[in-house]
C-alpha cells in the first residue's frame, strides 16, 4: 500500500501561483510515477501532469504547459506541482495520484490522495 497526503491548496488570484506537495509513504519504493489530476465542479477528472520516479520525465495537459512544472524529491518522496500564471479557470480540487507500472492515466492510477482545494478568483 501506497498513502498519499497532498498539502498546498488554497485561494489566489488570477496571475497569482501556488505550490502544491504530496508526501507518499508505504511501499513508495514501488511506485513509477506520480503527478496530480484535477476536478472541477460539474467536470470529469482530468489528468495535470506526471513524472517518473526514477528517471524525472514529465508530461503535461496542453492545458498547464508553460505554465505547471512538476517536479520530485526522492529522499522526501514527495511530489510537487509548481502553477504559476493562475487562471479561474485552474479551480478545481487536485488530486495527487500514484501508479506502479506506469505513466499515469485516467485508466491508470493504482493510488489518490485526498484533494486538496485550489480557488483562483478573477
Known amino acids: 500500500q501506497v498513502q498519499l497526503v497532498e498539502s498546498g491548496g488554497g485561494l489566489v488570484q488570477a496571475g497569482g501561483s501556488l505550490r502544491l506537495s504530496c508526501a507518499a509513504s508505504g511501499r513508495s519504493n514501488t511506485v513509477y510515477a506520480m503527478g496530480w489530476f484535477r476536478q472541477a465542479p460539474g467536470k470529469e477528472r482530468e489528468f495535470v501532469a506526471d513524472i517518473s520516479w526514477s528517471r524525472g520525465r514529465s508530461y503535461y495537459a496542453d492545458s498547464v504547459k508553460g505554465r505547471f512544472t512538476v517536479s520530485r524529491d526522492n529522499a522526501k518522496n514527495t511530489v510537487y506541482l509548481q502553477m504559476n500564471s493562475l487562471k479561474p479557470e485552474d479551480t478545481a480540487v487536485y488530486y495527487c495520484?500514484?501508479?506502479?507500472?506506469?505513466?499515469?492515466?485516467?485508466?491508470?492510477?493504482?493510488?489518490w490522495g485526498q484533494g486538496t482545494q485550489v480557488t483562483v478568483s478573477s
Open positions: 495520484a500514484a501508479a506502479l507500472d506506469s505513466r499515469l492515466s485516467n485508466e491508470r492510477v493504482d493510488y
